[in-house]
Every structure is written in C-alpha cells, then in structure tokens.
Nanobody, 122 residues
C-alpha cells in the first residue's frame, strides 16, 4: 500500500509560480509511474502530467505544456510539479497518483493523494 501526501498548494497571482510536492511512503516508489491530476470547480478531474519510473519520460496535457514541469527524486520518494506562468484557469485541487504502467488515464492510477488546493488570482 502506497500513501501519497501532497503539499505546496496555496494562493498565487496570475503569472506567478508554485511548486507542488508529493511524498510517497509504504511502497517501492521507483516501481511506479507518477502523475498529477486536477479538478477545477464544477469540472471533472483531468490529467495534468505524468513521468515514468526513472523520470526520463514525461507527458503533459496541452493546457499546461511549456508552463508546468513534472520531475521526481526517487531517493527522496517524491514527485514534484513546478507550475509557472499560472493563470486563473489553473485554479483546482491538484492530486498526485501512482500507476503500475505508464499512462495518462486516471483509471490506471491505483494510489491517490488527498489533494492540495491551488488558487490563482487574476
């Protein structure tokens, strides 16, 4: 059983930056693909970014490509989401999740964190 705990959310101004962290425990972190998802108010949860076990491969949603960066530190069992050039449309609860296989599909992710709120003011 893998436990995931997100941190780093908060309030940012449009054009600003935030870095989210997701600390994992209870499993072999390097065996899992790690992803970030988000749920904006009144919307379905959606894919944001994912990275493979080594961190050498990443995939991003079109809406965040070029602004967000996902990276991981297997020694620290932590995955990060660096978010730059934030805009109000990025306001959401952000979740990290772990999957056995490389995927952008939520249904493939077996472990989920509790989420962290990101609010971007205009």
């Amino acid at each position: 059983q893998v436990q995931l705990v997100e941190s780093g959310g908060g309030l940012a101004q449009a054009g600003g930056s935030l870095r989210l962290s997701c600390a994992a425990s209870g499993g072999t972190f390097s065996r899992y693909t790690m992803g970030w998802f988000r749920r904006a108010p009144g919307k379905e949860r959606e894919f944001v970014a994912t990275t493979n076990r080594s961190g050498g491969n990443t995939t991003y949603a079109d809406s965040v490509k070029g602004r967000f960066t996902i990276f991981r530190d297997n020694a620290k069992t932590t995955v990060y989401l660096q978010m730059n050039s934030l805009n109000p449309e990025d306001t959401a609860v952000y979740y990290c999740a772990a999957a056995v296989e490389y995927s952008v599909s939520q249904s493939d992710y077996v472990y989920w964190g509790q989420g962290t709120q990101v609010t971007v003011a205009s």
